[in-house]
């Protein structure tokens, strides 16, 4: 006679079963769902530039291995590229259609640190910390541990940093300072030029006076918390966490446009520019969850 | 249970000592966990903190976060009922799992006089429903919101004697909030690390001042004493010999005071000399045989207290002062003929004012 308490043993089967048909059904919804998306996103594109706002296109909630997301990047073929604040995991996620792709570490376990941005150079990745330490990779397959080799800027000291980009014109990493950690930073937002030609590079300081970022604004500074190359202008188009705001300058420093971001970004961290005009931010999760929000965008 | 009591057991080679238990259950429960997540992948996702659509694919589907601003054309579905069912299941299932040897210590290392059997049961039941709260409430700040204002509502202010209970509570609360949001592994890691450091608390009487007795060394001498088996130190109440904490025996002394001063050590005669104790289990009948007796062979007499017992002869005191012309013996054989098989055992403790007054007598 069967032991009266492992009659609940029984229901085990049933359990696995209906969980493993559960996961099965759902795939042709999965399909559906990504074909309504990719249709959504093919319709705002379309629309005329007379309608536009600063209505989201697209708004991603990201999962909880993101909430802390801090960078963002995409390939030359618009393949977007995220990663978290504290460990280097980098996730490669289909913006149009809300999906995270893969997901790959620096290192097993995952290198951790401060990490704030990322950039691609040719066929190479690189993370920055905020103290200015670089970690350079190559694109991994999903669930893959790849090597890394890292390389100190010497610009610890100097800032903190928040935010980089590739200037394929000038053929440099550009670096957002947030915070100064010298003089140099009082009256001006500050970006250091790292030339990736040379085998050793001297940083090139960029001054841009904040008096001309601010304008009119009730902003009292501008930190940036990340920076984008825009290749249509030429321009790097820099967002401002604490400020909420958005800003585009010139390589040469002149300020092109200045104003505050829409509505509905409690902490920005990311901002990239697709090849057909999309402005991605991304948010950390404070209140809500992480966010990835898409703005049509017009220089 | 007796399945489960049996493998323990096995496991513990019938060791009795706690913490060998506790680390037995920790294993096999560890061991059932690894064996079904073979099977049943949703419990290894449950269990490592990945929700169920993360664990759904390498691709994973990002939830539209304009969905009901009206920008939403296609929106990702939310778990479906099945998904949500097995969800619950398995939070339900890993909060009872890691509360049950919380509850077995919770019984083992508290003393007598505070254990609560309510928060026995508390321990066991209010996790499930944090951990069922936390499934509800996810990341919804809308519903995070609504649920405190519902708590406020509720006034929930239980009275706990002891603040070690409320510490257990807290850990209940823990349990369910971690198990609730799929970090099962904090849960079992704070349940395992809990358990562990209250057993060798309990164990070693951790916190106690070393000059100060314990409360087993501050009363058994003052007891020895008051229990002694001799003819002028002899009290009835044996159960007064097997108290061993301080409150207990407070409420013990606390009755023998109030004999000692009836039947009293002071100059001026007591109104009593002696308590007559009878065990009976027909405590009517022997009542009126009894008070027969008393009245024939007492100056005065009262009933002093009646005590039952589950299961056990019931106890009748009487005060009495029995006459002069009345020796120990004579009373008790007159009782023993008059009440008969009404009661089980009679006894006569003479106090110390008759024994004084005796001793007087004969010095004289």
């Known amino acids: ?299 | 249970m007796r399945p489960f009591t049996r493998l323990l057991d096995l496991v513990t080679l019938r060791s009795e000592k706690p913490i060998r238990r506790l680390l037995a259950y920790y294993v096999l429960l560890a061991a059932v966990v690894f064996a079904l997540s073979r099977f049943v992948p949703v419990i290894q996702w449950v269990a490592e903190g990945v929700g169920l659509a993360a664990a759904d694919s390498a691709q994973q589907l990002l939830q539209d976060g304009l969905a009901g601003t009206g920008g939403g054309i296609g929106e990702a579905p939310a778990a479906s009922s099945l998904e949500l069912l097995l969800e619950t299941i398995q939070v339900m299932f890993f909060s009872l799992a890691l509360m049950l040897p919380v509850s077995w210590v919770f019984m083992s290392a508290r003393r007598a006089a505070s254990f609560d059997q309510s928060i026995v049961q508390t321990l066991l039941i209010l996790p499930l429903v944090v951990a069922g709260i936390v499934v509800v409430v996810q990341t919804s700040l809308a519903l995070a919101f609504s649920l405190a204002g519902i708590v406020a509502a509720l006034r929930l202010r239980p009275r706990i004697r002891d603040v070690r209970d409320t510490v257990y509570l807290f850990l209940g609360i823990g349990v369910g909030l971690a198990v609730g949001v799929h970090a099962v592994i904090v849960a079992a890691v704070l349940t395992v690390t809990f358990n562990v450091v209250v057993l060798l608390i309990w164990r070693y009487d951790f916190g106690r001042k070393v000059l100060e007795p314990t409360a087993n060394a501050q009363w058994s001498e003052p007891l020895g004493d008051i229990a002694g088996q001799d003819e002028e130190n002899a009290v009835p109440d044996r159960d007064l010999i097997l108290a061993l904490s301080p409150q207990r025996a407070a409420v013990l002394a606390k009755r023998f005071r109030r004999i000692s001063k009836v039947l009293g050590t002071s100059k001026r005669k007591p109104r009593y000399n002696a308590i007559l104790t009878v065990t009976t289990k027909t405590i009517s009948e022997a009542q009126v045989r009894i008070e027969k007796v008393l009245d024939t062979m007492t100056r005065r007499w009262r009933l002093d207290e009646v005590a039952s017992h589950n299961g056990k002869p019931a106890e009748l005191y009487y005060l009495v002062r029995i006459r002069k012309s009345v020796s120990r013996d004579q009373f008790l054989t007159a009782l023993r003929e008059s009440a008969g098989p009404a009661i089980e055992t009679a006894d006569v403790e003479i106090g110390d004012a008759l024994a004084q007054e005796q001793e007087q007598g004969e010095a004289a």
């Open chain 1, 1 to 299: 006679m069967r032991p009266r308490g492992a009659r609940w043993l029984a229901w085990l089967p049933l359990i696995a079963l209906a969980g493993c048909a559960e996961l099965q059904r759902r795939d042709p919804e999965l399909a559906e769902i990504l074909a309504r998306r990719e249709e959504r996103i093919e319709r705002a594109l379309a629309l005329p530039d007379s309608v536009v706002t600063d209505a989201p296109v697209l708004r991603w909630i990201l999962p909880d291995a993101l909430r802390e997301i801090s960078g963002m990047v995409l390939t030359a073929d618009d393949r977007l590229f995220v990663h978290g604040d504290e460990q280097a995991m980098v996730h490669e996620i289909d913006y149009r259609r809300g999906v995270i792709l893969k997901r790959f570490s620096l290192g097993s376990p995952p290198v951790r640190g401060d990490f704030e941005a990322i950039a691609i150079v040719r066929d190479t990745m690189l993370m920055l910390t905020s103290d200015g330490m670089l970690y350079r990779f190559t694109e991994g397959a999903d669930s893959a541990a790849v090597p890394y080799s890292r390389i100190d800027t010497g610009l610890g000291g100097r800032c903190e940093f928040e935010g980089m980009t590739f200037d394929p014109v000038a053929d440099a990493l550009i670096l957002a300072c947030k915070n100064a950690l010298d003089d140099a930073g009082d009256d001006a937002m500050l970006l250091y030029r790292w030339p990736m030609s040379t085998a050793t590079p001297a940083p090139m300081l960029l001054t841009v006076p904040l008096a001309a970022v601010i304008g009119t604004r009730e902003w009292t500074a501008f930190q940036p918390s990340d920076i984008t190359f825009d290749s249509r202008s030429g321009n790097y188009l820099i967002v401002a966490s604490r400020q909420k705001a958005l800003a585009a300058i010139t390589p040469a420093g002149a300020v092109m446009l200045s104003r505050s971001l829409p509505p509905g970004h409690p902490q920005t961290e990311g901002v990239a520019i697709t090849s057909d005009n999309l402005l991605l931010v991304s948010d950390e999760a404070t209140l809500g969850p992480a966010v990835l929000t898409a703005y049509r965008w017009h220089p």
